[in-house]
């Protein structure tokens, strides 16, 4: 629950006049959010949210990590590619398939990718980005996921659509509640 006010306070900050938030404004509030942190030696907004913009567990890191995905592809896979409907079991979000898909969508809408599959090499690219733990790609996943109409803003509405997911991903079924009123 922590991790998704974080996110919803960080939102918040970034809200231009007509209810948006633009990417380019969600970056500059983070680097000076930074910024301010390492002067005054506190933990910023920006960086609890970092640590609230974490997609997946990773249990082992790398190569470990990236190894397995790539055996569950080998398992998953037919004729080189790995069904949308199979990407959740293949990074290990299997029990989040819902939020797995919302992450696959937003990564193929990045690529510019308009089918429902992906390569061994796509994958890769998907997974290097899922895995990164800087904040900038953390918030620009999120962002993706958020602004389905590409339109570089979000809307009111898009952040209600995200929390209800994030909250049913996470059964949190009292924010989910709160999200739609």
Same mark, same amino acid.
């Given at each position: ?13 970034? #809200? #231009?006049?007509?209810?948006?938030? /633009?990417?380019?404004?969600? %970056? +500059? +509030? ?9 002067? =005054? ?5 920006? &960086? $609890? ?10 249990? +082992?890191?790398?190569?470990? %990590? ?7 592809? *080998? $398992?998953?896979?037919? =004729? ?14 299997? *029990? ?20 429902? $599959?992906?390569?061994? *090499?796509?994958?890769? &690219?998907?997974? /290097?980005?899922?895995?990164? &733990?800087?904040?900038? /790609? ?11 109409? &590409?339109?570089?803003?979000? +809307? ?26």
């Amino acid at each position: 629950m922590g991790r998704l006010v974080v996110l919803l306070l960080l939102l918040l900050v970034m #809200t #231009t006049k007509n209810g948006e938030v /633009s990417s380019a404004k969600a %970056a +500059t +509030t983070s680097a000076k959010a930074s910024q301010r942190a390492q002067l =005054y030696g506190i933990q910023s907004g920006a &960086e $609890k949210a970092h640590r609230g913009l974490r997609f997946i567990s990773i249990k +082992t890191h790398g190569v470990d %990590a990236w190894n397995e995905v790539q055996s569950c592809f *080998d $398992k998953l896979a037919k =004729y080189g590619f790995l069904d949308r409907s199979d990407f959740a079991q293949c990074i290990g979000m299997k *029990d989040s398939k819902g939020f797995a898909l919302e992450v696959f969508d937003a990564l193929s809408r990045r690529r510019r990718l308009k089918r429902d $599959k992906i390569s061994r *090499d796509e994958l890769h &690219e998907f997974w /290097s980005q899922i895995a990164d &733990e800087s904040f900038e /790609s953390r918030l620009q996943v999120f962002f993706d996921m958020v602004d389905k109409n &590409e339109d570089g803003r979000i +809307t009111e509405e898009e952040v209600k659509e995200i929390i209800m997911l994030s909250a049913s991903a996470n059964k949190l079924s009292r924010v989910n509640e709160q999200a739609e009123e």
